[in-house]
């Protein structure tokens, strides 16, 4: 019986939709206390004055936890944490936005009215709040998550057997997250017991932020995430609120809900950050390239260092005998940077994609035959063998699902009415992010199934997904398997990011509904058996068992033999309006191979989705900084445009079909953020097939056309 490969409706849709999902600020606990944050209004000097006499005397008011007054945190390694900065620690202020209160009360409109009486002054000191400001600042960071820097080849030497050369700067806009649930977290603390309802990517990541602040055993905090609201790396690790409402709830022996204002999630978490990246690219007259350089440098805050790898994918994609790639960070005060779908790939193939556009027009050839001219059959910077790769076929279904045979070469030569039309596209790559998860599959007598796993479900369709793989694996109806997940009480997974956890936990999850029909085996069923009907309840009950269970715990292996990317090609249509330059994007098509799809239609709502934060990537998304008042100016999503669906049309997804054993236990790699990336890139190389203007930076807006 397949269950995987199988379109299924999400089994948490109901749930969702009449609000009966419980999510981390939705606890009804008795005695529940309301927390509010109070930001600091400059973005680096001290505070000289904090008054929160009012505040404390306001009605209904519990308590105010200021610098002077909070239990002093220890130390947490970055990550779990966000950022190494700790929360009312001290009167120094290093980011707009950084906690200098926190306001407790009976009620939340009695917090909030008490916040606004805390009575602030500062001593500002000169601040570097942009990227733009702080290039001559820029330095290698030490942490990164890979190499910042690789070297293969000879650049020079390819520079010079070229016979084009590609030489730009390409720039992206810092964006923030703005999850449909902002971030929150409700603390409860008895018996000298903490827990904690948090809006997280990784309740053990949470955990282990928390017991090390507060400097308690692991075993005395659970983090329990039901259901997570969307996260897209903002709760990826854990910030400042988690702590605070850990903090507020031991110190006071209650509970505490801490919930990050709109606005709040524009300074109290981390965001993508700006880059600026230059490209040069080599090429015969044939297309074939002969070097590749890329450097990035990405704005990171003072005190820690986030490297946004833009580089990342430029090392894999194309067969090139010469790539020289180089990252670089630059502090500015702000918050400290952090992942954000799609971290490295989704800022840098905009600059490596939109690149290979240009050379294609100096070479006069089409930019598809450009890179299917330059596919890589191996890493050409490792030299490893791809662990599964698919994109020629990407390539070649995308265009013609597109119609890309039938577009002219030469810009402004499409029209329709009034509109300049443009046909674009990119390629995309993803690396494939895998790390290690256990998990547990039990039966019952009364024939149900339970998976266990304590991985997050943030939107991507967890609650549907392991259920599916569980009962292929234990061959049994899919109906007959439930799923307990979001909790450190439950088997160990890692966190909801780096589009790993259907390939991760999914392997765990297949690993242990193997064990169990093993174990099963073991009690007397025939290899061959079906668990329909009742057959599987007898079983039981003939052995006098309630329940049989099997564990397993699944790790990546073979790293060091194989490249491992999802990888996809993007096509997008666009029209401007002649007189107003106003870019809409009209179609786009997006091919992918990502290794077996466990479930196609939430893999389409992934990709959909992931397409879609791509239209806003290129024509809406901007978090500008205010540099007078050092702080970014958008409060809501009035300030911050994400695309409605009048902006964007829906994408249409197709998968290759594509198995990936040496990925993971199922054959899948990730999906999610892989399609994020290549579709701003798409988008500009449209933009200029239509209007003849090539735009180096992100988002494209009607000034860059109207002025050029
Ligand atoms: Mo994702 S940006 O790895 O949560």
């Given at each position: 019986?397949?269950?995987?490969?199988?379109?299924?409706?999400?089994?948490?849709?109901?749930?969702?939709?009449?609000?009966?999902?419980?999510?981390?600020?939705?606890?009804?606990?008795?005695?529940?206390?309301?927390?509010?944050?109070?930001?600091?209004?400059?973005?680096?000097?001290?505070?000289?004055?904090?008054?929160?006499?009012?505040?404390?005397?306001?009605?209904?008011?519990?308590?105010?936890?200021?610098?002077?007054?909070?239990?002093?945190l220890h130390p947490v390694p970055h990550p779990p944490?966000?950022?190494?900065?700790?929360?009312?620690?001290?009167?120094?202020?290093?980011?707009?936005?950084?906690?200098?209160?926190?306001?407790?009360?009976?009620?939340?409109?009695?917090?909030?009215?008490?916040?606004?009486?805390?009575?602030?002054?500062?001593?500002?000191?000169?601040?570097?709040?942009?990227?733009?400001?702080?290039?001559?600042?820029?330095?290698?960071?030490?942490?990164?998550?890979?190499?910042?820097?690789?070297?293969?080849?000879?650049?020079?030497?390819?520079?010079?057997?070229?016979?084009?050369?590609?030489?730009?700067?390409?720039?992206?806009?810092?964006?923030?997250?703005?999850?449909?649930?902002?971030?929150?977290?409700?603390?409860?603390?008895?018996?000298?017991?903490?827990?904690?309802?948090?809006?997280?990517?990784?309740?053990?990541?949470?955990?282990?932020?928390?017991?090390?602040?507060?400097?308690?055993?692991?075993?005395?905090?659970?983090?329990?995430?039901?259901?997570?609201?969307?996260?897209?790396?903002?709760?990826?690790?854990?910030?400042?609120?988690?702590?605070?409402?850990?903090?507020?709830?031991?110190?006071?022996?209650?509970?505490?809900?801490?919930?990050?204002?709109?606005?709040?999630?524009?300074?109290?978490?981390?965001?993508?950050?700006?880059?600026?990246?230059?490209?040069?690219?080599?090429?015969?007259?044939?297309?074939?390239?002969?070097?590749?350089?890329?450097?990035?440098?990405?704005?990171?805050?003072?005190?820690?260092?986030?490297?946004?790898?833009?580089?990342?994918?430029?090392?894999?994609?194309?067969?090139?005998?010469?790539?020289?790639?180089?990252?670089?960070?630059?502090?500015?005060?702000?918050?400290?940077?952090?992942?954000?779908?799609?971290?490295?790939?989704?800022?840098?193939?905009?600059?490596?994609?939109?690149?290979?556009?240009?050379?294609?027009?100096?070479?006069?050839?089409?930019?598809?035959?450009?890179?299917?001219?330059?596919?890589?059959?191996?890493?050409?910077?490792?030299?490893?063998?791809?662990?599964?790769?698919?994109?020629?076929?990407?390539?070649?279904?995308?265009?013609?699902?597109?119609?890309?045979?039938?577009?002219?070469?030469?810009?402004?030569?499409?029209?329709?009415?009034?509109?300049?039309?443009?046909?674009?596209?990119?390629?995309?790559?993803?690396?494939?992010?895998?790390?290690?998860?256990?998990?547990?599959?039990?039966?019952?007598?009364?024939?149900?199934?339970?998976?266990?796993?304590?991985?997050?479900?943030?939107?991507?369709?967890?609650?549907?997904i392991l259920p599916q793989i569980a009962a292929e694996?234990?061959?049994?109806?899919?109906?007959?398997?439930?799923?307990?997940?979001?909790?450190?009480?439950?088997?160990?997974?890692?966190?909801?990011?780096?589009?790993?956890?259907?390939?991760?936990?999914?392997?765990?999850?297949?690993?242990?509904?193997?064990?169990?029909?093993?174990?099963?085996?073991?009690?007397?069923?025939?290899?061959?058996?079906?668990?329909?009907?009742?057959?599987?309840?007898?079983?039981?009950?003939?052995?006098?068992?309630?329940?049989?269970?099997?564990?397993?715990?699944?790790?990546?292996?073979?790293?060091?033999?194989?490249?491992?990317?999802?990888?996809?090609?993007?096509?997008?249509?666009?029209?401007?309006?002649?007189?107003?330059?106003?870019?809409?994007?009209?179609?786009?098509?997006?091919?992918?191979?990502?290794?077996?799809?466990?479930?196609?239609?939430?893999?389409?709502?992934?990709?959909?989705?992931?397409?879609?934060?791509?239209?806003?990537?290129?024509?809406?998304?901007?978090?500008?900084?205010?540099?007078?008042?050092?702080?970014?100016?958008?409060?809501?999503?009035?300030?911050?445009?994400?695309?409605?669906?009048?902006?964007?049309?829906?994408?249409?997804?197709?998968?290759?079909?594509?198995?990936?054993?040496?990925?993971?236990?199922?054959?899948?790699?990730?999906?999610?953020?892989?399609?994020?990336?290549?579709?701003?890139?798409?988008?500009?190389?449209?933009?200029?097939?239509?209007?003849?203007?090539?735009?180096?930076?992100l988002p494209i807006t009607p000034e860059h056309l109207?002025?050029?």
């Open positions: 019986m397949s269950a995987v490969g199988i379109p299924r409706t999400r089994a948490d849709g109901a749930l969702k939709v009449t609000g009966a999902a419980r999510y981390a600020a939705d606890w009804p606990i008795e005695g529940l206390r309301h927390a509010v944050l109070v930001g600091a209004t400059i973005p680096r000097g001290r505070l000289t004055r904090l008054d929160v006499t009012a505040a404390q005397h306001a009605p209904g008011v519990v308590a105010v936890l200021t610098h002077r007054t909070a239990p002093r944490i966000g950022q190494t900065l700790l929360p009312l620690q001290d009167e120094r202020i290093l980011h707009d936005g950084q906690p200098i209160a926190l306001v407790v009360a009976e009620r939340l409109e009695q917090a909030v009215e008490a916040a606004a009486l805390v009575r602030v002054e500062y001593e500002g000191e000169p601040a570097v709040v942009c990227l733009e400001d702080a290039l001559g600042l820029a330095y290698t960071p030490k942490e990164a998550h890979a190499a910042p820097d690789t070297r293969v080849g000879d650049l020079d030497a390819g520079l010079r057997a070229a016979d084009s050369v590609v030489d730009a700067t390409y720039a992206t806009a810092a964006r923030h997250h703005n999850a449909m649930e902002p971030s929150a977290t409700t603390a409860e603390w008895r018996d000298g017991e903490l827990t904690l309802h948090d809006a997280t990517q990784w309740v053990w990541g949470v955990r282990e932020a928390v017991a090390t602040a507060l400097g308690l055993e692991l075993e005395r905090v659970r983090v329990i995430a039901a259901f997570t609201g969307g996260g897209f790396g903002a709760k990826g690790w854990a910030w400042s609120h988690q702590l605070l409402a850990a903090m507020a709830a031991r110190a006071l022996g209650c509970a505490v809900k801490l919930v990050l204002t709109r606005a709040q999630g524009f300074s109290s978490h981390g965001y993508q950050p700006a880059t600026r990246q230059q490209v040069s690219l080599g090429a015969r007259a044939d297309g074939r390239l002969t070097a590749i350089r890329h450097e990035s440098v990405n704005a990171t805050s003072t005190y820690d260092e986030y490297a946004e790898l833009a580089v990342a994918g430029t090392r894999s994609l194309y067969a090139c005998p010469a790539i020289h790639t180089r990252s670089r960070v630059a502090p500015v005060s702000t918050i400290t940077p952090t992942p954000m779908r799609a971290p490295h790939e989704g800022p840098g193939m905009f600059a490596l994609e939109s690149a290979l556009d240009e050379l294609a027009y100096a070479l006069r050839l089409d930019p598809l035959e450009l890179r299917l001219r330059n596919h890589a059959d191996r890493d050409p910077t490792s030299g490893k063998r791809f662990s599964s790769k698919q994109l020629r076929a990407c390539y070649l279904r995308g265009a013609e699902r597109f119609g890309w045979p039938e577009r002219p070469l030469p810009p402004r030569s499409l029209r329709d009415g009034h509109d300049l039309v443009g046909w674009g596209m990119a390629s995309a790559i993803m690396t494939t992010f895998r790390m290690s998860a256990s998990a547990r599959v039990r039966v019952h007598r009364d024939g149900s199934v339970v998976v266990e796993a304590g991985c997050q479900e943030i939107g991507t369709g967890v609650y549907t694996a234990l061959g049994c109806p899919v109906d007959r398997v439930s799923l307990r997940l979001g909790d450190t009480h439950l088997p160990e997974t890692c966190g909801t990011f780096g589009s790993s956890t259907t390939l991760t936990v999914g392997s765990a999850v297949h690993d242990a509904g193997r064990r169990l029909r093993a174990r099963l085996t073991g009690m007397g069923v025939p290899a061959d058996f079906r668990f329909e009907g009742d057959a599987l309840g007898e079983l039981l009950a003939r052995h006098g068992v309630a329940s049989v269970e099997a564990d397993a715990s699944w790790a990546p292996t073979g790293d060091g033999d194989w490249s491992m990317h999802s990888f996809g090609a993007v096509f997008a249509e666009v029209r401007v309006d002649a007189d107003l330059c106003l870019p809409r994007v009209t179609r786009c098509v997006g091919a992918y191979s990502a290794g077996r799809i466990v479930n196609p239609t939430l893999a389409r709502s992934q990709m959909i989705g992931g397409m879609t934060w791509g239209i806003g990537q290129a024509l809406l998304e901007r978090s500008e900084t205010d540099r007078r008042l050092g702080r970014f100016l958008a409060k809501n999503l009035t300030g911050y445009l994400v695309p409605v669906n009048a902006d964007a049309p829906t994408p249409e997804v197709l998968f290759v079909d594509e198995d990936d054993p040496n990925a993971s236990a199922i054959g899948a790699r990730g999906i999610g953020e892989l399609s994020a990336v290549g579709v701003g890139a798409a988008i500009a190389n449209a933009v200029h097939h239509a209007t003849g203007v090539r735009v180096r930076e109207l002025l050029s």
